[in-house]
């Protein structure tokens, strides 16, 4: 097994140091200077070991302010994350999975939080799917923002991370999918609002609007025959 390089060596240190200095977003790192001599390494070493943590989204820097923490996102992960990794849509259709059983488990807290002024944005979103759909077009960005929107109620970044997750790796894999099976989405998701609004079953209106894309990548992994 090969040894760890330098800057790893310290990088790790570094995540060492803000754990037992209790660190959390926003708070300042010492100067560089300070954190050489405490961490007992070189300028270089510690200079590059930081630039990877910002890259990895655990710090940020402030011009002429120095490092700060950076609060805990999967942003950086997904904007790593290499595309072979989900090429054959297995990893995708995992995270799928995932977010179904995220959103299933949650929307019945959204159901007792959310507000009249949030079903009338999702109103309006769902109102730009019927138009672009009547156009024969498709709306993945009025679909993230929907999502997003629903679930903004609980206060949860995290979550809203995992949703980006998914609709960045759609994206990304949207010249492989299959074409969109099902014409009546906005409806779907029309039927999510109404069951929000009205006190309905919201898990089943989601669960139906999940057909499409459970379709698409069933066809997508499935071998040609």
């Given at each position: 097994?090969?040894?760890?390089m330098?800057?790893?060596?310290?990088?790790a240190?570094?995540?060492?140091?803000?754990?037992?200095?209790?660190?959390?977003?926003d708070?300042?790192m010492?100067?560089?200077?300070e954190l050489?001599?405490?961490?007992?390494?070189?300028r270089?070493?510690?200079r590059e070991a930081?630039?990877?943590?910002?890259s990895?989204?655990?710090?940020?820097?402030?011009a002429?302010k120095?490092?700060?923490?950076?609060?805990?996102s999967?942003?950086?992960?997904?904007?790593l994350?290499?595309?072979?990794?989900i090429?054959?849509?297995?990893?995708?259709?995992?995270?799928?999975?995932?977010?179904?059983?995220?959103?299933r488990?949650l929307?019945?807290?959204?159901?007792?939080?959310?507000?009249?002024?949030t079903?009338?944005?999702?109103?309006?979103?769902?109102?730009?799917?019927?138009?672009?759909?009547?156009?024969?077009?498709a709306?993945?960005?009025?679909?993230?923002?929907?999502?997003?929107?629903?679930?903004?109620?609980?206060?949860?970044?995290?979550?809203?991370d995992v949703?980006?997750?998914?609709?960045?790796?759609?994206?990304r894999?949207?010249?492989?999918l299959p074409?969109?099976?099902?014409h009546?989405l906005a409806?779907?998701?029309?039927?999510?609002?109404?069951?929000?609004?009205?006190g309905?079953?919201a898990?089943?209106?989601?669960?139906?609007?999940?057909?499409?894309?459970?379709?698409?990548?069933?066809?997508?992994?499935r071998?040609?025959?």
């Open positions: 097994m090969s040894k760890p330098l800057f790893e060596t310290v990088q240190q570094l995540l060492e140091y803000i754990t037992e200095q209790g660190l959390g977003p708070d300042p010492p100067s560089e200077g050489a001599v405490q961490l007992d390494v070189s270089g070493s510690l930081t630039r990877s943590l910002q990895m989204g655990v710090l940020y820097a402030k002429g120095g490092l700060f923490l950076q609060d805990f999967l942003s950086p992960v997904i904007r994350l290499p595309y072979r990794m090429a054959n849509g297995a990893k995708l259709n995992e995270l799928l999975e995932l977010r179904a059983a995220l959103e488990g929307i019945p807290k959204v159901a007792s939080r959310i507000s009249e002024e079903l009338a944005r999702l109103d309006a979103i769902v109102d730009e799917m019927v138009e672009l759909e009547q156009q024969g077009l709306f993945p960005e009025q679909d993230r923002l929907f999502h997003r929107t629903m679930y903004e109620a609980i206060g949860n970044d995290l979550i809203l949703l980006d997750m998914f609709w960045t790796l759609m994206s894999m949207q010249a492989e074409p969109l099976q099902y009546d409806d779907r998701h029309r039927a999510i609002v109404d069951a929000l609004r009205q309905g079953d898990v089943s209106a989601l669960d139906q609007h999940f057909v499409d894309i459970d379709y698409r990548l069933d066809r997508l992994m071998p040609t025959d």
